[in-house]
């Protein structure tokens, strides 16, 4: 749901070709990223035994909440701009806690330190060359 709330509220913002281009660049960047998250899921289920056509219906379900928060996020923000910045503060905080709570540590067990810094690293050096590619 937060990543979609940055994407309406991305969408949101200025109406111009400028405003337009942001909100492209962070769909696509949270489109990229969500490729893996999904196939995660379905490996999961299909190490779980589940068929891999029950694995691809819940990885496909679990980015119906993206939508949602896409579209909360245009109509709440679109239409009261004064709260533009709150949600984008409210989406990026959010992002940044299941970050912060969730994955880094996750990726930091059994002595993967060093390879999950970096990848991390290089993730977030894509995405501004990304960014900077499409502005």
Same mark, same amino acid.
């Given at each position: 749901?937060?990543?979609?709330?940055? $994407?309406?509220?991305?969408?949101?913002?200025?109406?111009?070709?400028?405003?337009?281009?942001?909100?492209?660049?962070?769909?696509? #960047?949270?489109?990229?990223?969500?490729?893996?998250?999904?196939?995660?899921? #379905?490996?999961?289920?299909?190490?779980?035994?589940?068929?891999?056509?029950?694995?691809?219906?819940?990885?496909?379900?679990?980015?119906?909440?993206?939508?949602?928060?896409?579209?909360?996020?245009?109509?709440?923000?679109?239409?009261?701009?004064?709260?533009?910045?709150?949600?984008?503060?409210?989406?990026?905080? #959010?992002?940044?806690?299941?970050?912060?709570?969730?994955?880094?540590?996750?990726?930091?067990?059994?002595?993967?330190?060093?390879?999950?810094?970096?990848?991390?690293?290089?993730?977030? $050096?894509?995405?501004?060359?990304?960014?900077? #590619?499409?502005?």
């Amino acid at each position: 749901m937060p990543e979609g709330l940055a $994407v309406g509220a991305a969408y949101a913002g200025p109406q111009d070709a400028a405003g337009a281009q942001t909100g492209a660049s962070v769909a696509l #960047a949270i489109g990229l990223q969500n490729m893996p998250e999904g196939l995660i899921v #379905a490996m999961a289920l299909r190490t779980l035994g589940r068929s891999a056509a029950q694995a691809w219906g819940v990885a496909a379900l679990t980015g119906l909440a993206e939508p949602l928060g896409a579209i909360l996020g245009l109509a709440v923000l679109g239409s009261l701009p004064a709260f533009y910045p709150l949600g984008l503060a409210l989406a990026a905080g #959010a992002m940044l806690f299941v970050v912060s709570h969730e994955i880094i540590p996750e990726t930091h067990r059994n002595g993967f330190e060093t390879l999950a810094t970096g990848t991390l690293l290089a993730g977030f $050096v894509f995405m501004l060359l990304l960014d900077a #590619a499409l502005n």
